[in-house]
């Protein structure tokens, strides 16, 4: 009996869009995108500000706009589903042992969304907004 | 005794003969079964009342030897697993994704199979003791710390189930470093730097990219994912203890 394994083809490009843990997963990826743009703007406001306060000031005044804080917007809610997907699965890469059981999750998680509002907080104080 | 109730079940079974196709079809059957049974059911009425040719592995039919794995709408199952209540319609049964079809549902494992014995699934005494010396000995909490690693039974769903795999066939996979993990867990066990030079390298824990696909399809309740995110965990903490503290270097 002759063998002759057949191998089916794996789509490079579409595989994410079979199943919706996969298009979980992408929308979880994607955040990276909006957030890097973040990262830039970031790096660009600091060049405007080593160039004066003057240059600084038109800049801000530059992000005002609708289209502007459509953007901003839209990269909070990527970053705060970024900041989210992966505190919920913190416990799978942080388990705690203690004795002869695990800690729940519900703590892990729980610590991570802690010192995230405490640094938020803390950024929030230092920005003058408190 | 209640009379058990029965329903027409329809089935689309992916055949492929090796001999005879160029390439695997589907084929419709429609077969009386008991509400209560499984796919795998499903399947033995087929082969022994419709059509004796259907082939597909299947041994304990109680989700413990892991023999019985196929794509059941879409979905990596154990069909021994699978009940028939909870499907409506055609039930779709195809072979394991991302193995090769030997024939009908069964694939070849040959690449899973020999992915785990890279990793060396097995104990490697910290100290070799003579049977007179007495046995390993491990407290609760020590066999804990894997014990839910310990009860994957290769069944290869995880496999399936993994994009990353289906991508990069070079990756090492979820069920292979999950067993690497658990023998490396075992306070009884000194291995760990065999297999670390298998499991943390590119085509290891790597290629893994956190999907949690292969916990969520785990019959077992193992959780891979977890598995394989606490082997990255470690995997850098040697990384720094290596680079970073003074004579560290291995």
């Known amino acids: 009996m002759s063998r002759k394994p057949f191998v089916r083809p794996v789509s490079k490009t579409g595989w994410w869009l079979k199943h919706p843990r996969y298009m979980r997963y992408m929308s979880r990826e994607v955040t990276c995108v909006f957030i890097g743009a973040f990262a830039l703007l970031m790096l660009c406001t600091v060049e405007r500000l080593s160039k004066g306060q003057a240059a600084y000031d038109s800049f801000i005044a ?43 999750g519900k703590y892990i998680i729980g610590a991570h969304y802690a010192v995230w509002i405490v640094a938020s907080l803390v950024v929030l104080f230092f920005a003058g907004v408190l | 005794m209640t009379q058990l109730k029965k329903r027409m079940v329809q089935l689309e079974v992916l055949r492929y003969d090796p001999e005879k196709d160029s390439e695997p079809h589907f084929q419709k059957y429609e077969v009386e079964c008991n509400e209560e049974w499984v796919v795998l059911d499903a399947l033995n009425a087929v082969k022994e009342s419709l059509d004796p040719t259907l082939a597909y592995r299947w041994s304990c039919h109680m ?97 399936a189930a993994c994009p990353e795999y289906a991508l990069q066939p070079k990756f090492l996979g979820p069920a292979a470093i ?61 990384w720094f203890k290596e680079h970073l503290l003074p004579g560290g270097s291995k």
Not at chain 2, 76 to 96: M, Q, T, W
Not at chain 2, 116 to 143: H, M, N
């Open chain 2, 178 to 238: 999950t067993l690497a993990h658990r023998y490396n867990q075992d306070s009884r066990d000194g291995g760990r730097d065999e297999r670390q030079e298998v499991i943390a390298t590119n085509e290891g824990v790597w290629e893994c990219s956190f999907v949690g696909a292969c916990s969520e399809v785990c019959p077992k309740a193992v959780d891979p994912a977890g598995a394989l995110q606490q082997v990255k965990v470690a995997s850098t903490l040697d």
């Open chain 1, 62 to 104: 530059a992000l005002q706009g609708p289209l502007s804080i459509f953007g901003m917007l839209l990269v909070l809610i990527f970053a705060l589903h970024n900041a989210t997907s992966w505190f919920n699965v913190t416990p799978k890469a942080l388990p705690v042992q203690i004795g002869e059981e695990f800690l729940a």
């Open chain 2, 63 to 159: 989700a413990v030897c892991g023999s019985c794995g196929m794509m059941i709408n879409g979905e990596p199952k154990l069909s021994c697993h699978a009940f028939l209540r909870n499907y409506d319609g055609v039930i779709r049964v195809e072979p394991l994704a991302n193995f090769p079809i030997e024939r009908d549902l069964v694939t070849v494992a040959d690449d899973f199979i020999d992915k785990l014995k890279r990793v060396k699934p097995y104990l490697i005494p910290k100290e070799k003791k003579t049977i007179a010396e007495g046995e390993y000995k491990q407290t609760p909490a020590q066999l804990m710390k894997y014990r839910q690693f310990s009860m994957c039974i290769n069944c290869m769903l995880c496999y």
